[in-house]
């Protein structure tokens, strides 16, 4: 429930701060007065679009702030938006001179898409032009099944649907013109030779490079290998020798002073170290065996291996990785007919369970299309509409599946608002007092399934007079038993069933215009709606009309209560 809105400098309201309540809240005041103010503020701060023209001339910013109660659905988006929790949700909406806005949550910066995401589970706002929207016929099945709850099988359909429409596409992508196919066969059938006559194997390239540089630097290797050879062992004086002498050297000495055994070992270990690295020397240099024919051959190699690289954009593995897939597709397209037949009878049976589950969709859609009409008549008839006709029109749908996205149904709204005329469509039929009502009636409806506590309804009483406005006054106090409920109006009718009622008046000051937002008491509630009867000549009649029509509101509100 909205409990408090907060509205600096928007439009000609420097500051108002409105405290609502529960049942139901109606706002009044002169065309101009800024009702709709209060409403688009309300608008603004769960997130609808905003421009720098909302905010008042020589303000900086414009700042709307809204207090709710906290309900299930808002604490569970606090949380997995992990926005601490509070007692209260708060939510403000800035918007800067410049046209830039900003958005928090319990004061936490957001987005006005999050913040429009909260809002949907918070109000609902019925504007002056919504009635428009039962003319589109696109949104009649929208309507329906809201109020069949058919969700859980348009989930199920639409995972059926998607599976279906994959598989059509799989179809499709196999199903190339001949031309095409020979052209895609071709490219395959040389990159696949190209690839496999280069016989590519992993680790390839690095030995290659490897031996290369080797090659490359094989005379200063060998030489080297040489010298170090004759130094270690070749030579007449080398290493391993003068190591042995001083071996038996050192153990002559060793016999004579029992200290020197560890040098003697060392010596030794040394002339084993020594022995077996001229070892591996010499079978290096026997194993060296350096071609020019050799080294033109990895050469080559290697340039072939860089061009394909190159060419195809791929390293060593890239390449092994794209010959088999170049195969994998060769083989798809050689056995794309066997596959399209496969594939069409996966089709035809994801067809069959498709239309077997549209038909579940449609059952259920007629079948809360007679409760609709049954209830929309109903309240249509408690809104001074007594020879209202109401009925869904269902059609098939018309293409080679027989169903689309949305099952097998093409859904209209149709009517006769008057006895002794044909059901026709809302768009030719309804005036526009009437597409209020049949939105009311349908609002009302709905609101019984629907978990979001605060409804608004900005001049829902458009084109309307007399019994209608009473009746119409009436059904908003039944819905408010179970919401709050906020309305914007013109009519007395509306404003005497008001459980609060707040009149929004414009004054001058300094040549500037302002606008204050005022919670009526008893008298001043029969000021304004002798003011909705008669104008600003409020004579004892049209006082006397007000405290009548207050009494027989509050006599309406005390039957309606039990």
Same mark, same amino acid.
């Given at each position: 429930?909205?409990?408090?809105?907060?509205?600096?400098?928007?439009?000609?309201?420097?500051?108002?701060?409105?405290?609502?309540?529960?049942?139901?809240?109606?706002?009044?005041?002169?065309?101009?007065?800024?009702?709709?103010?209060?409403?688009?503020?309300?608008?603004?701060?769960?997130?609808?679009?905003?421009?720098?023209?909302?905010?008042?001339?020589?303000?900086?910013?414009?700042?709307?702030?809204?207090?709710?109660?906290?309900?299930?659905?808002?604490?569970?988006?606090?949380?997995?938006?992990?926005?601490?929790?509070?007692?209260?949700?708060?939510?403000?909406?800035?918007?800067?001179?410049?046209?830039?806005?900003?958005?928090?949550?319990?004061?936490?910066?957001?987005?006005?898409?999050?913040?429009?995401?909260?809002?949907?589970?918070?109000?609902?706002?019925?504007?002056?032009?919504?009635?428009?929207?039962?003319?589109?016929?696109?949104?009649?099945?929208?309507?329906?099944?809201?109020?069949?709850?058919?969700?859980?099988?348009?989930?199920?359909?639409?995972?059926?649907?998607?599976?279906?429409?994959?598989?059509?596409?799989?179809?499709?992508?196999?199903?190339?013109?001949?031309?095409?196919?020979?052209?895609?066969?071709?490219?395959?059938?040389?990159?696949?030779?190209?690839?496999?006559?280069?016989?590519?194997?992993?680790?390839?390239?690095?030995?290659?490079?490897?031996?290369?540089?080797?090659?490359?630097?094989?005379?200063?290797?060998?030489?080297?290998?040489?010298?170090?050879?004759?130094?270690?062992?070749?030579?007449?004086?080398?290493?391993?020798?003068?190591?042995?002498?001083?071996?038996?050297?050192?153990?002559?000495?060793?016999?004579?002073?029992?200290?020197?055994?560890?040098?003697?070992?060392?010596?030794?270990?040394?002339?084993?170290?020594?022995?077996?690295?001229?070892?591996?020397? !010499?079978?290096?240099? %026997? $194993?060296? #065996?350096?071609?020019? =024919?050799?080294?033109?051959? /990895? &050469?080559?190699? +290697? @340039?072939?291996?860089?061009?394909?690289?190159?060419?195809?954009?791929?390293?060593?593995?890239?390449?092994?990785?794209?010959?088999?897939?170049? !195969?994998?597709?060769? %083989? $798809?397209? #050689?056995?794309?007919? =066997?596959?399209?037949?496969? /594939? &069409?009878?996966? +089709? @035809?049976?994801?067809?069959?369970?498709?239309?077997?589950?549209?038909?579940?969709?449609?059952?259920?859609?007629?079948?809360?299309?007679?409760?609709?009409?049954?209830?929309?008549?109903?309240?249509?008839?408690?809104?001074?509409?007594?020879?209202?006709?109401?009925?869904?029109?269902?059609?098939?749908?018309?293409?080679?599946?027989?169903?689309?996205?949305?099952?097998?149904?093409?859904?209209?709204?149709?009517?006769?608002?008057?006895?002794?005329?044909?059901?026709?469509?809302?768009?030719?039929?309804?005036?526009g007092g009437e597409l209020s009502r049949i939105m009311l009636a349908m609002k009302n409806v709905f609101a019984e399934n629907d978990p979001i506590p605060t409804m608004i309804f900005d001049e829902i009483d458009s084109g309307v007079s007399g019994v209608a406005a009473q009746r119409i006054g009436e059904k908003l106090?039944?819905?408010?038993?179970?919401?709050?409920?906020?309305?914007?109006?013109?009519?007395?009718?509306?404003?005497?069933m008001a459980d609060n009622h707040f009149v929004i008046a414009k004054t001058e000051r300094d040549g500037r215009t302002y606008t204050n937002v005022t919670m009526l008491d008893r008298q001043g509630r029969s000021q304004e709606i002798a003011r909705l009867y008669g104008g600003d000549h409020i004579t004892p009649l049209?006082?006397?009309?007000?405290?009548?029509?207050?009494?027989?509101?509050?006599?309406?509100?005390?039957?309606?209560?039990?």
């Amino acid at each position: 429930m909205l409990n408090e809105l907060h509205i600096e400098n928007l439009a000609v309201i420097e500051r108002a701060d409105i405290r609502f309540a529960p049942g139901l809240n109606v706002l009044t005041g002169e065309t101009g007065a800024g009702k709709s103010i209060v409403i688009d503020s309300i608008g603004a701060v769960l997130g609808d679009r905003v421009s720098r023209e909302m905010v008042r001339r020589g303000a900086e910013r414009a700042v709307v702030t809204a207090t709710f109660d906290l309900s299930e659905e808002a604490e569970r988006f606090l949380r997995d938006n992990e926005i601490d929790i509070e007692d209260e949700l708060i939510l403000q909406r800035r918007i800067g001179s410049d046209g830039k806005s900003s958005c928090r949550i319990c004061g936490v910066p957001v987005s006005a898409a999050q913040l429009k995401e909260l809002a949907s589970a918070l109000v609902d706002i019925h504007g002056q032009n919504d009635g428009r929207q039962l003319t589109d016929e696109r949104r009649h099945l929208e309507y329906l099944d809201r109020f069949g709850a058919t969700a859980p099988l348009i989930s199920e359909y639409s995972v059926l649907y998607a599976r279906f429409c994959e598989i059509k596409k799989q179809i499709e992508a196999l199903r190339l013109d001949e031309e095409e196919k020979d052209r895609l066969r071709d490219r395959l059938s040389y990159r696949i030779n190209e690839l496999e006559s280069a016989e590519l194997k992993n680790g390839e390239y690095d030995e290659i490079s490897s031996r290369l540089s080797l090659l490359r630097n094989s005379e200063k290797l060998t030489e080297a290998i040489e010298n170090a050879c004759a130094l270690l062992y070749d030579g007449e004086e080398n290493a391993v020798s003068l190591a042995q002498n001083a071996e038996a050297f050192a153990q002559r000495a060793a016999s004579f002073a029992p200290e020197l055994e560890g040098s003697v070992k060392s010596i030794r270990d040394a002339v084993f170290s020594l022995t077996d690295a001229a070892e591996i020397l !010499r079978d290096l240099r %026997d $194993e060296l #065996d350096f071609s020019p =024919e050799e080294f033109d051959r /990895l &050469e080559t190699r +290697l @340039a072939l291996l860089n061009r394909l690289q190159r060419k195809y954009n791929a390293d060593e593995e890239g390449l092994i990785t794209l010959l088999g897939e170049s !195969r994998q597709k060769l %083989d $798809e397209i #050689d056995s794309a007919d =066997e596959t399209i037949q496969k /594939l &069409e009878r996966e +089709l @035809a049976a994801a067809r069959t369970g498709l239309l077997n589950k549209a038909r579940q969709l449609s059952e259920a859609r007629k079948a809360a299309a007679i409760e609709l009409q049954k209830r929309i008549v109903s309240e249509l008839r408690d809104l001074s509409m007594p020879s209202v006709r109401f009925a869904v029109e269902f059609s098939s749908v018309v293409n080679e599946d027989g169903f689309n996205a949305k099952g097998c149904d093409n859904v209209r709204f149709i009517m006769s608002a008057n006895a002794g005329e044909e059901l026709g469509r809302i768009s030719r039929i309804a005036s526009g007092g009437e597409l209020s009502r049949i939105m009311l009636a349908m609002k009302n409806v709905f609101a019984e399934n629907d978990p979001i506590p605060t409804m608004i309804f900005d001049e829902i009483d458009s084109g309307v007079s007399g019994v209608a406005a009473q009746r119409i006054g009436e059904k908003l106090y039944s819905v408010s038993l179970g919401k709050q409920v906020m309305c914007v109006t013109h009519l007395p009718q509306i404003a005497a069933m008001a459980d609060n009622h707040f009149v929004i008046a414009k004054t001058e000051r300094d040549g500037r215009t302002y606008t204050n937002v005022t919670m009526l008491d008893r008298q001043g509630r029969s000021q304004e709606i002798a003011r909705l009867y008669g104008g600003d000549h409020i004579t004892p009649l049209t006082l006397a009309n007000a405290e009548e029509q207050l009494a027989a509101c509050e006599k309406y509100k005390s039957a309606k209560n039990g």
